[in-house]
DNA sequence: GATGAATGAGAATTCATTCAT
DNA sequence: TATGAATGAATTCTCATTCAT
């Protein structure tokens, strides 16, 4: 028995489980999964963490922090007096160009919301707090939180689609609402 | 043995998956709960659709019929003339007024599509058809891309977060985005 | 509906079940599989086939027969004075070198014959046909009947064991059976 | 409920597995059948034994071990000098005269590793150890390969023909082989 | 605290067979 | 006669959770 000690064994497994769902969906959350992803024993998963809505949430918190955390890192590299409008085609063509995992991890964030209580939270202080950091550079709140919910619908139309990303047309878009 | 000979059966089975989906999400569907749903033995459920795949798009396939003919409807009913801001707004708040699992529904279909081959196309074709009823009150089609992806992230936004419904806000923007 | 009448419906059922045990084993046999592999309706095969082990017997009846018809041609294509050990270990090698699956096949029918009332005659007939064939090369039935055992647990252990073929003491064995 | 806490549960899940595959052939084994044998709730079976061919392939080494412990005990039984002809006739006497479901588990094996990888090397080992077994009392491993061969293809005639047993037949067959 | 074992429910599928047409 | 539909049992396997150690 190695590992009898082990101080972020908790941290691990939440780890793992954003990995498990990352790659297979949200769909495919398990006690197994987990355990089998952070290499522990499945009796440890359960125990620090009772049920799998649980680890689920904290799961679904730390994917929506790192992508927070790209935003806001996004946002601070501005700079101060751009031109929103193609900063912001910049991030979405980023976004579309990378590993689209952690951008479907996104959506199915959302959706996990609709249905279940305990992740509504964590997906409303999501958009709460992208609509704050884009509001650092709209001229009000409601902007924002249309430029945001343009962006939300812009990317999901996209990976839904696969249509090829139209930068000009992104860009017009985004100048009329933010102008 | 009552219900020996049964035509329409297997279009009885997909609109209980369809009730299925609608109420308890896209996760609750299984042969099980539709064969119970539908008052259908198991057998039945899995002779007419070999694999659960299957009958998730024909579901799926049903449910973005009903939401694309609600919004050919709508557009249908609008006046020649009709300022598009205000008949966009009035969608959208009748839509957020309303049962919300239809809506919930259509999210989940994306978020499907996202992790799932089968349902893609589903989801594809109908952003499209949104786009093109969208697009017969738009200037261009590219107003019309936005326009829905506008619509699609306001109402996400609105589902998840709870905030109450800004009518004059929402015009806003609507109104910049297609003038 | 194409074919509706199809007088050797009922031969091309046999075959594709033969097909389909020389494919994926005796296990895979269903209605169903051969149904597919025979490109004919599910009813069709019941209909011709009361039951499953009906089409089990044909199915392995027909096998029988080929590998009997093999054997028969290559005892008849032998040399009048031909030395038997010599005639014999080019039948094994010839048996390793091709299509395994048909001897595989046979040997599970001798499996299937332990265990199903319904093969087991089928599998009788089938020894006692090698053993007289055998039995015009060997001076007694006595020693074909020991040949024939000798020849069925060669294979058998070939098979199983994987082992690159001994040309020379394969001859040797043989020959000091049948002299 | 009973039996919460149960060691070597394990154990008697394989002993099950030994009894079904004995008493009814290798393709009765199914989890439910072992789990009834052994009675054990069925989620038992599929703890221990993740997948069915685990479980085969553990019940499958477990009844050649004791064919093999059989086979060497008779070895060791015999007195130095013995003539080896009668000894071998003897050891085919017996083997055909007691319980025969012990020896068509013996066919079904090798049928079963001819379609399944997993079973392949347990049936190997055991033509092998078989082998060299019998090559303790021949001249040299040629002679018990032969030797092996022979004995597999006549016990399974027998099974599969039903003849009454001919013991000087098999005695000068045996007799030629290993002279 | 930590964990291997246990369990019962439920998952998708496959299937032989029967039956109405 | 031929066949699509229907059915209910059985298949393997996964799983969240509980419990004894």
Chains 1, 2, 3, 4 share one sequence.
Not at 126 to 145: H, I, Q
């Amino acid at each position: 028995m190695p590992r009898r000690y082990d101080p972020d064994r908790r941290d691990r497994i939440v780890e793992a489980a954003v990995r498990v769902v990352g790659a297979r969906g949200l769909g495919a959350l398990s006690h197994r999964a987990v355990a089998a992803e952070a290499d522990v024993p499945l009796g440890s998963t359960t125990y620090h963490f009772a049920t799998l809505d649980d680890l689920l949430v904290e799961a679904v918190r730390r994917t929506a922090r790192e992508w927070l955390d790209g935003l806001a890192a996004w946002e601070r590299g501005l700079p101060a007096g751009a031109p929103l409008a193609d900063a912001v085609v910049d991030l979405v063509a980023e976004a579309l160009a990378g590993d689209r995992s952690r951008l479907e991890l996104e959506y199915e964030l959302y959706a996990a919301a609709l249905r279940r209580p305990a992740v509504r939270p964590v997906a409303a202080a999501c958009v709460e707090e992208m609509t704050a950091v884009l509001g650092r550079r709209t001229p009000d709140a409601a902007a924002a939180r249309a430029l945001c919910a343009l962006l939300d619908g812009l990317l999901l139309q996209y990976l839904v689609s696969g249509r090829p990303f139209a930068r000009a047309e992104v860009r017009e878009a985004v100048a009329r609402l933010v102008g």
